[in-house]
């Protein structure tokens, strides 16, 4: 074997090693290291075409098990459906082709930061153009998301809110009925305890914020979530298979997403300045 044949040999072993052991993505089993609780930073590669890799931060050993500063195998499968193709035909065309996001207890920001590199920021070729609302109710959470958004450049393409999803006070400022979002997205957004988390009041909530015709992605455990009689137009389930996200044992994933299109279709509401600012799309 020539020198350059070895070199060539060695950088795709180096390759396939790096995907092995250290970068979580289809194609290795690495996701079942989600949640890292005790790591600061994981190397995620996306579902996007060009395999688009990203390093994202979180609290770790700073905050060992803290729920909003650590990515979750549910923020993660979440993060992964919305940085493929699979979410193009979600997207609308109105408001001058701009379309305004909602993510609902984004943690470290993963999810947000996926759609843009996936499919608003150059990924898969794609042209759309996207301005998302990043909240979570943990400050400390939505700092990480931050710099996570401004370490892969773009931070200018989000703001971010400490919102509270589950105070109805809160939801109300944040979505008037003069104005809604073209896409809201979460994970793990419904609690196991139905007393203190009815499945009906977070399908209230999406109601209040998304447009009619407008879409939600919510990933969660496998069948756990349905949106009530006359809400959807049209909806769809994405397994964690079709991201590689299998259990040990190989069966079927225990995660999904749910996308509903809301029925209702026409125009949405009205601006809004949570959105407004910053650069031009």
């Not at 098990?65 to 979600?90: E, K, M, N, R």
């Not at 996936?118 to 990480?144: M, Q």
């Amino acid at each position: 074997m020539s020198a350059s044949e070895q070199s060539e040999t060695s950088e795709t072993a180096s390759k396939q090693n790096e995907d092995a052991c250290c970068v979580i993505g289809q194609g290795n089993a690495n996701h079942l290291r989600i949640p890292a609780v005790r790591e600061t930073s994981l190397s995620i590669r996306l579902q996007n075409q060009a395999g688009t890799l990203v390093r994202l931060e979180m609290d770790g050993w700073l905050r060992p098990f803290d729920l909003p500063t650590t990515l979750w195998p549910a923020g993660y499968l979440l993060g992964q459906v919305a940085s493929s193709a699979a979410v193009w035909p979600f997207f609308r065309a109105e408001r001058g082709g701009v379309t305004r996001v909602l993510e609902l207890g984004a943690g470290v920001g993963f999810a947000s930061l996926a759609l843009l590199k996936g499919c608003g920021y150059g990924g898969n070729g794609s042209k759309h153009k996207i301005r998302i609302l990043t909240t979570d109710k943990e400050p400390r959470a939505l700092v990480l998301a931050a710099l996570n958004a401004a370490r892969h450049g773009v931070a200018r393409r989000q703001k971010f809110e400490v919102f509270d999803f589950t105070d109805d006070k809160q939801v109300e400022r944040l979505c008037p009925e003069s104005y809604e979002f073209d896409l809201v997205m979460g994970a793990a957004l419904q609690f196991d305890d139905a007393a203190l988390w009815p499945p009906g009041r977070l399908w209230d909530v999406l109601a209040r914020c998304v447009a009619p015709g407008g879409v939600v992605l919510l990933a969660h455990t496998a069948a756990v979530l349905s949106p009530p009689p006359g809400w959807a137009e049209e909806e769809t389930r994405i397994s964690g298979n079709d991201v590689g996200m299998r259990p040990r044992d190989h069966t079927d994933s225990e995660y999904e997403v749910l996308a509903v299109r809301r029925a209702g279709g026409g125009a949405g509401g009205g601006g809004s300045a949570h959105l407004a600012g910053g650069d031009e799309l």
